[in-house]
């Protein structure tokens, strides 16, 4: 009896150590994965690359979610941006044939993001519809791709897309 308890006891041991190691190999996948984003992500992803692109372009910068404002949680996420909603912002007519974005509370120049559908490519990339619009001769629509780098989501491209 002593001698068959041996082997068993050997492979009970082998079989703990698998399951040991292949759990370790699925928490490093795990850990590797971004965490589910939700929309607020995406959007605070774009938003502050395009801040970024813009800074000192524009006195202020407002913001645009399909076609309205956002809600507080996207704007409390960027308040170090002072970034405002679209309706603090408003087009002026320059002259006759020109227009711009200004600020509604300061008159100064500004610039309206704008955010549409996000469409995932796999589970860390993702194109977020968007673009600017700071005057009738200022503006771009297109698509951003977003990624996650290990350990954050982050712009790598934003191609403009030309609509007739």
């Avoid at 860390?124 to 989501?153: K, N, T």
């Amino acid at each position: 009896m002593n001698g068959i308890m041996v082997p068993i006891a050997f492979l009970a041991m082998l079989g703990v150590s698998s399951v040991g190691q292949r759990n370790s190999a699925e928490r490093t996948v795990r850990e590797d994965a971004p965490k589910p984003p939700s929309e607020m992500d995406m959007y605070e992803a774009v938003l502050r690359y395009q801040a970024k692109i813009w800074e000192f372009a524009a006195d202020s910068y407002c913001v645009e979610v399909n076609g309205k404002d956002p809600g507080s949680e996207l704007l409390e996420r960027l308040r170090a941006l002072a970034i405002k909603p679209a309706s603090a912002c408003r087009n002026q007519i320059t002259d006759r044939a020109r227009m711009q974005v200004v600020d509604r509370e300061t008159g100064r120049p500004s610039v309206i993001f704008r955010l549409g559908e996000i469409r995932w490519l796999n589970h860390s990339e993702a194109e977020v519809d968007g673009g600017y619009l700071c005057g009738s001769q200022c503006l771009a629509v297109g698509a951003y791709h977003v990624s996650w780098d290990g350990r954050r989501w982050v712009i790598t491209d934003f191609q403009v897309r030309i609509e007739t």
